[in-house]
């Protein structure tokens, strides 16, 4: 089954946060990444799988080894939704201004 | 005039920041935010408009209206106060809505506590924290009830916005 997730998902836990800032410096292997971590590889794995199923990194296949990097674009989309709820209360405001005229 | 609006996200913490000075006193602007005849003039980005389905502003009451679309098209948001400081503060717990405007029971949450700040020369401030649960997605909730998979109407609302 095609588990289809948002890029909310993916900032939604801190420890998959620390991954994605990880990935600012460079891409790397699952075994680097989950160097960084406490948790079990297979908990860093699972978080992987999911910010991959996010969209937030794509996979790139070098030789016997696969390496991680930040879908830029993606995150982008946290922006490009965050400037549209910013608009949203912009309008809210400079309309309530109106109504405040009238009171 | 300036009234320094302010927008700022935290996304680590899961908090938006929202603050906004207004041009008159406190008590109109509490009157704007607490008088459903009066949030439904603003509360919507024309030419939405908004309805008033229930309005209970006690503690534990519910608010409970609709963003109406050119094509009738309604998003539902509902908000349970959970503290009223008469005058000076409110907190809602958000839920999200079916297309019914009926709240989805185990759905994610958000909360938002809005301050009202007398300012000198008959001025005043409005500021909010908007706080999302941890598991939930901040876009979900946007605030209005624009729910997830509506992504038709979110991009008619970032053309709208776009107009403005």
């Not at chain 1, 912009?90 to 005229?101: A, C, S």
């Not at chain 2, 920041?17 to 008590?27: M, N, Q, S, W």
Request: hydrophobic letters at 40%; glycine letters at 8%.
């Amino acid at each position: 089954m095609d588990i289809r997730r948002d890029i909310y998902q993916a900032i939604a836990d801190p420890t998959r946060r620390a991954i994605l800032t990880l990935l600012t410096v460079g891409a790397m292997t699952p075994n680097a990444i989950a160097g960084h971590f406490g948790s079990s590889r297979q908990a860093v794995s699972k978080h992987i799988q999911i910010l991959a199923e996010c969209g937030a990194v794509d996979q790139d296949q070098r030789g016997r080894e696969i390496f991680y990097q930040l879908n830029i674009n993606k995150m982008k989309e946290i922006d490009h939704w965050m400037e549209s709820f910013r608009k949203l209360w912009q309008t809210r405001f400079n309309q309530l201004d109106d109504v405040l005229k009238d009171l | 005039m300036t009234n320094n609006f302010v927008f700022e996200p935290d996304l680590a913490a899961k908090k938006i920041y929202i603050t906004r000075e207004f041009d008159a006193p406190v008590e109109k602007v509490w009157r704007a935010w607490t008088e459903p005849a009066l949030i439904e003039r603003w509360i919507a980005p024309k030419p939405w408009t908004a309805e008033t389905k229930t309005w209970d502003f006690t503690v534990g009451g519910v608010w409970l209206y609709a963003m109406v679309g050119t094509d009738g098209q309604r998003f539902w948001v509902y908000a349970v106060f959970t503290a009223i400081e008469n005058g000076s503060a409110i907190s809602t717990t958000g839920m999200f809505c079916d297309g019914d405007g009926n709240p989805v029971a185990g759905g994610p949450k958000s909360y938002r506590d809005t301050k009202f700040l007398s300012l000198d020369g008959n001025r005043s401030k409005v500021a909010s924290v908007i706080t999302f649960e941890e598991e939930s997605t901040i876009k979900m909730f946007m605030d209005g009830g624009f729910k997830q998979g509506t992504a038709a109407s979110f991009s008619n609302l970032d053309e709208l916005l776009a107009a403005e």
